[in-house]
């Protein structure tokens, strides 16, 4: 009981150990694609503002430079003179800078650097002969550079510079961010409410699953999953029903089987007991004792005959059909009518053959041999004396059809739909006296199956019984 009981531990762990693995990776998962789609919203928003911003000052600067170069001499009165007409003042900064960097004009009133050199990063490039720009975002507040270089006939007569900061364009982005963020939030709770409730009612519908399976794996095949809908689980929880279907009806036929089986054993056996006892315990002339010795004699023949059928039986439910070759079916039929037909002279029954030519088949000839015998062997067994049995073999368009008919005693129509099952007999008393263990047409059936046939068995109008049986037609030009 320790032991199931920690089977059943061990289990319950492992499942929801898989469902805790996969709500977690779904909801990382998901968690990650926000954050990159926070992280690129936001980039995109702030290079847009920047591209905006870049813009809007190289504008203003050619709009400058161009003024600038058409001074004869770059100095501060004048310089200053061109940006007072030009200023809109909404620049945080403006500079202008001759070919050494010394400020020729800056807008500052604080820190205003006029007449110093002022190496910024970017009037350095820019006196280079090459325009820079370059944007910041920090603390809600966007702050753009600008440095352009004021150029005539290919030489550098000094730069322009220029600096924004826009709190209002910041604060706009930080808004926007936090309403990003706060929807990502959002969709991650809903996603992780949704993740549970997946990964719950999964789970649930797995150990309804799991529960059957170890109901089954207890001997309960009566077990059947309902689970509604068209996904992976209630395909799965169909198939199961199907096999718990099969495995029961299974179970049942070999429990049936494993009693007649015993049932049959338990005759042959009990009668060489009874006649061994006798033998021992009485004092019996030699005749009698002979007689005793010969009835254990055909007893234990018939226990061997039982069980070689058993035996035929178990190995055509654990194979497959091996050894299969081309055969014409003809040949073996005629083959059978000749063992067979001093039986049918001992009781003065007549045995028609007919045969049709081209009746190729791919099939194993000893299975083919046996389905014959057997069925032309009961038709001489349970016929009358002075009857009559006919095996015919035709050619059809796509099969082979071998009828074996007989004007015997016949089989009832209530009997016919069981004749196949094993042990089953219409007449036990009849049967046994025939030497029939009810195991010969089961085993027809068999092999007819194990070579893609059917069979199929119905009562003559004249009387007696008809069976016929279809293989599939051997087709030489095809295969050629």
Not at 267 to 286: F, G, R, V, Y
Not at 319 to 333: P, S
Not at 339 to 362: F, K, N, Q, V
Request: glycine share 6%.
């Amino acid at each position: 009981m320790a032991i199931i009981s920690r089977a059943k531990k061990s289990r319950s762990f492992l499942l929801h150990n898989t469902q805790i693995r996969s709500a977690l990776a779904y909801i990382l998962l998901t968690a990650a694609a926000l954050f990159w789609l926070n992280l690129y919203t936001s980039t995109t928003i702030r290079d847009i503002i920047f591209r905006s911003r870049q813009n809007v000052m190289e504008e203003k600067v050619q709009l400058m430079t161009t003024a600038l170069l058409q001074l004869e001499e770059l100095n501060a009165t004048k310089t200053e003179e061109v940006i007072a007409l030009m200023e809109e003042g909404n620049t945080t900064r403006t500079v202008v800078t001759d070919s050494r960097g010394l400020a020729l004009y800056d807008s500052l009133t604080t820190g205003n650097g006029e007449g110093k050199y002022l190496l910024f990063p970017e009037l350095v490039t820019a006196l280079e002969g090459q325009n820079v720009f370059y944007g910041r975002y920090e603390d809600e507040t966007i702050e753009c550079r600008l440095a352009i270089p004021l150029m005539r006939k290919g030489k550098v007569l000094g730069a322009v510079y220029l600096m924004e900061h826009n709190s209002e364009q910041g604060t706009l982005i930080h808004a926007l961010q936090m309403n990003i963020l706060r929807i990502s939030l959002v969709l991650e709770g809903g996603i992780i409410l949704f993740s549970l409730f997946f990964s719950t009612a999964f789970s649930k519908r797995l150990r309804q699953i799991l529960a059957s399976v170890r109901n089954m794996g207890e001997g309960d095949y009566s077990q059947h999953i309902q689970l509604r809908g068209t996904d992976e689980l209630s395909i799965l929880g169909r198939e199961f029903n199907d096999l718990a279907d099969r495995l029961q009806a299974s179970e049942q036929t070999r429990r049936q089987f494993v009693s007649d089986a015993s049932h049959e054993l338990k005759t042959p056996l009990a009668t060489i007991k009874l006649l061994s006892d006798s033998i021992l315990q009485n004092e019996m002339d030699p005749e009698t004792e002979r007689e005793f010795i010969d009835d254990i004699g055909r007893e234990a023949d018939r226990l061997g005959r039982l069980t070689q059928k058993l035996l035929a039986l178990t190995k055509l439910d654990s194979t497959i059909a091996e050894d299969m070759e081309i055969l014409e079916g003809g040949n073996t039929v005629r083959k059978v009518v000749r063992m067979l037909r001093p039986l049918a002279e001992l009781r003065r029954i007549t045995m028609d053959c007919s045969c049709d030519e081209g009746c190729s088949l791919m099939m194993v000839e000893d299975d083919l041999y046996q389905i014959v015998f057997n069925l032309a062997e009961n038709a001489i067994k349970y016929n009358r004396d002075g009857g009559w049995v006919g095996l015919e073999l035709r050619k059809k368009e796509t099969t082979v059809e071998l009828v074996v008919s007989d004007a015997g005693v016949g089989i009832p129509e209530e009997s016919l739909p069981h004749i196949f099952d094993r042990f089953y007999r219409v007449d036990k008393a009849r049967s046994r006296a025939a030497g029939g263990s009810g195991l010969g047409l089961s085993i027809v059936h068999a092999m007819v199956q194990r070579n893609d046939g059917s069979i199929e068995v119905a009562v003559r109008p004249e009387g007696g019984t008809v069976f016929t049986v279809q293989f599939p037609l051997f087709d030489m030009k095809e295969e050629e």
